[in-house]
């Protein structure tokens, strides 16, 4: 039972073009929401994250977008360099319930071209 | 900065093999966890460690297990390897900050396990 999904394994945008990435979740108990990005040979890095008391959340080029009641998230890049091409995650997590644990989605890879 | 290490980059190892993979966090931090990434099936939790000697179960915990002898060390250790579980294994750690934020997980470089 996949509870975080992202449904495009792959987004390719031109560099200065806007990256949307979309999370979709099926628990309603998730109230806390991050977003990480992979490079190729590295572990994961943290980049932004957003609680359920808010519907946005903005830190330089990226902001994440969150839709309660569609269960739905979006990380949105502007304006996309070539050095965001990486694996973006979507993670959640349940506080009340699962402490520090978070649950990921499947992964989208964005590659963002000169 | 947080520095989260891995035993090894690259490991093969045959079918029924007993296998360690260590994990090492030099910032004090409580939490640990261990996943696997797999193609199309994102990050998934085998196990997490809240304090010394504690161990929970994540969501794929069958045919591994942990140690957590010392705070700043976690081992998963596969039994008996099988083939299915070849995998990127990637460990995270955080420390508890209380509020309303959640603890950011730090992530290791991750170990690219092979079973023959």
């Known amino acids: 039972d996949q509870q975080v999904k992202q449904n495009s394994p792959s987004l390719s945008v031109q560099e200065g073009r806007i990256s949307i990435l979309n999370c979709d979740y099926t628990?309603?108990?998730?109230?806390?929401f991050l977003w990480y990005k992979k490079y190729p040979a590295e572990g994961p890095t943290f980049l932004i994250s957003?609680?359920?008391?808010?519907d946005k959340n903005e830190d330089g080029r990226f902001t994440v977008f969150l839709n309660k009641s569609a269960k739905h998230l979006s990380l949105h890049i502007v304006p996309s360099q070539p050095g965001d091409s990486a694996v973006y995650f979507c993670a959640a997590s349940a506080r009340e319930t699962s402490g520090s644990r978070l649950t990921f989605g499947e992964g989208t890879q964005l590659t963002v071209n000169p | 900065d947080v520095k989260v290490t891995q035993s090894s980059r690259y490991l093969v190892k045959r079918t029924g093999e007993k296998v360690f993979l260590e994990c090492v966090q030099d910032?004090?931090?409580?939490?640990m966890f261990w996943y696997r990434q797999d193609p199309g099936l994102g990050l998934r939790l085998i196990y997490f460690s809240y304090d010394v000697k504690m161990k929970e179960k994540g969501d794929i915990p069958e045919g591994y297990s942990v140690s957590r002898e010392k705070k700043e060390r976690f081992s998963l250790i596969l039994e008996s390897a099988s083939t299915n579980q070849t995998s990127m294994y990637l460990c995270?750690?955080?420390?508890?900050?209380?509020?309303?934020?959640?603890?950011?997980?730090?992530f290791g470089p991750g170990t690219r396990l092979l079973v023959l």
């Open positions: 628990n309603s108990m998730f109230d806390y």
């Open positions: 957003i609680s359920s008391i808010k």
């Open positions: 995270a750690s955080s420390t508890v900050t209380g509020g309303w934020s959640l603890e950011t997980q730090y």
């Open positions: 910032m004090d931090h409580e939490n």
